[in-house]
């Protein structure tokens, strides 16, 4: 099970940190992703996690302004978002990939997801 928390209301610049709380599996053996999807628009691929905890991968319009991380201990992802934009809000949603590798990809077929969390960025 992945539940998201974090999301809310933050004016245009700001930051937030969303968490996704992981239960039933361990990270070291998935891949963990965050995906967005705004009202009217595709699903889009924010960023990945490879189960080593080393491999990431971002979007493009999030590049150098997100951040994924984890913490094992509390079998958490969090993904770290700052200089934010109007054009970020959407719900936010984690998913898991069982994988064998350690290299993840926004392409892959996520099969576990969570139910969401909103993030409006508005002045």
């Known amino acids: 099970q992945l539940v998201e928390s974090g999301g809310g209301l933050v004016q245009p610049g700001g930051s937030l940190r969303l968490s996704c709380a992981v239960s039933?599996?361990?990270?070291?053996?998935?891949?963990i992703a965050w995906f967005r999807q705004a009202p009217g628009k595709e699903r889009e691929g924010v960023s990945c996690?490879?189960?080593?905890?080393?491999?990431?991968s971002y979007g493009d319009s999030v590049k150098g302004r997100f951040t994924i991380s984890r913490d094992n201990a509390k079998n958490t992802v969090y993904l770290q978002m700052n200089s934010l934009e109007p054009e970020d809000t959407a719900i936010y949603y984690c998913?898991?990939?069982?994988?064998?590798?350690?290299?993840?990809?926004?392409?892959?077929?996520?099969?576990?997801w969570g139910r969401g969390t909103q993030v409006t960025v508005s002045s």
């Open positions: 039933g599996f361990t990270l070291d053996n998935y891949a």
């Open positions: 996690l490879g189960r080593s905890g080393k491999s990431t």
């Open positions: 998913a898991a990939l069982y994988q064998l590798g350690y290299t993840c990809s926004l392409g892959s077929t996520y099969h576990t």
